[in-house]
């Protein structure tokens, strides 16, 4: 079977100004030794687009600590490569908007998980200021921005109290993710677990009163009654159709490993990297990706086995299962359950 390549999340670099409580990269502030070059990213640019690979969305770290995240930006664009840049704000300045013009950036995300103290409390003092002032900057640049909140047991309690600033945004849109405990979570000790299906019914109460596309991510569901509106498009299509790592998606991290998803932050699930094999050899490989190429209903456990909904969610997002509890195709907080 033939895998068509769609969409590459891209950790530019480990660099970041931040050493956040949850981050599941593992970024203690410094950027890994040997990353990949500025000619490599170019060289990895124009292996995604050989791929069919049609959206980037780029990553750190902190993107903004690399200082040729432009040249990199602009290696995908040139493309036809749609990019965004996902940020924690804290470096943003004014200037770089001409820059992300320059380049063709499709849109930025902001990280901003709660109310100014929750916020900081996960991060550092100042940082939701300098966050929130950055979502402004950028929409009144004219730079489509976005919202992401990652949710812990602690700030999932505080989406109501939080709601109100978010609404006021120019954004075009705010999604909810499950935070992961992986990387500096997992060393944390962060309480991560929150209620699925107290987060949706959230969601619907508010989706259709703010003028930007608001959902869930994929570690959160599923299969509700309303789970067609849930994942951020209005269209009503929206319906989750179980984990794409490794079968139209793939992450590369700063030092070159790929896999099927910058989420997979465990060495087990590393397929290959681009100094030692190029991109094609890695996904066309007929061993890669196993775990969603080789999956078969049959490999569903829990309740996830007997669900009605099985044939189309597949068990959920699989970097989630692997981190809280091992089991691949089991989700663990399914909102069905």
């Not at 951020?232 to 319906?239: I, R």
């Amino acid at each position: 079977m033939e895998y068509r390549l769609r969409q590459c999340v891209w950790e530019i670099t480990l660099g970041c100004c931040f050493s956040c409580k949850y981050c599941g990269s593992s970024a203690n502030g410094k950027k890994r030794e040997n990353e990949l070059s500025t000619e490599e990213c170019i060289e990895v640019s124009r292996q995604l687009k050989e791929l069919g690979c049609y959206r980037v969305s780029m990553i750190g770290g902190e993107v903004f600590m690399r200082a040729d995240w432009p040249e990199i930006v602009e290696s995908l664009t040139k493309l036809g490569i749609s990019v965004c840049i996902i940020t924690n704000g804290f470096l943003f300045k004014p200037e770089h908007i001409d820059t992300l013009k320059r380049v063709g950036i499709e849109s930025v995300a902001v990280s901003l998980d709660g109310p100014e103290e929750v916020h900081d409390k996960y991060r550092q003092q100042g940082s939701f200021a300098r966050a929130l002032n950055a979502v402004k900057t950028l929409a009144a640049g004219g730079i489509p921005v976005s919202v992401i909140t990652t949710l812990n047991k602690e700030n999932a309690a505080c989406l109501e109290d939080f709601f109100p600033t978010v609404k006021e945004l120019d954004i075009f849109a705010w999604q909810l993710q499950a935070c992961s405990p992986m990387g500096n979570a997992a060393k944390a000790g962060i309480d991560f677990a929150f209620d699925p299906a107290k987060v949706i019914a959230f969601v619907e109460r508010h989706m259709n009163s703010v003028p930007f596309s608001m959902g869930i991510a994929h570690n959160i569901g599923y299969h509700t009654e309303n789970e067609k509106y849930l994942r951020g498009d209005p269209s009503g299509e929206a319906y989750f159709t179980g984990c794409t790592a490794g079968l139209t998606s793939l992450g590369i991290d700063s030092i070159g490993n790929v896999r099927g998803c910058e989420s997979m932050y465990d060495d087990c699930f590393i397929e290959g990297n681009v100094r030692e094999k190029s991109l094609a050899e890695i996904w066309n490989d007929e061993n890669a990706f196993a775990y969603n190429r080789k999956y078969k209903p049959s490999m569903l456990t829990g309740s996830c086995a007997s669900c009605d909904k099985k044939g189309i969610c597949a068990g959920g997002c699989r970097s989630y299962n692997h981190f809280v509890h091992g089991k691949l195709y089991e989700a663990p907080a399914c909102a069905r359950t």
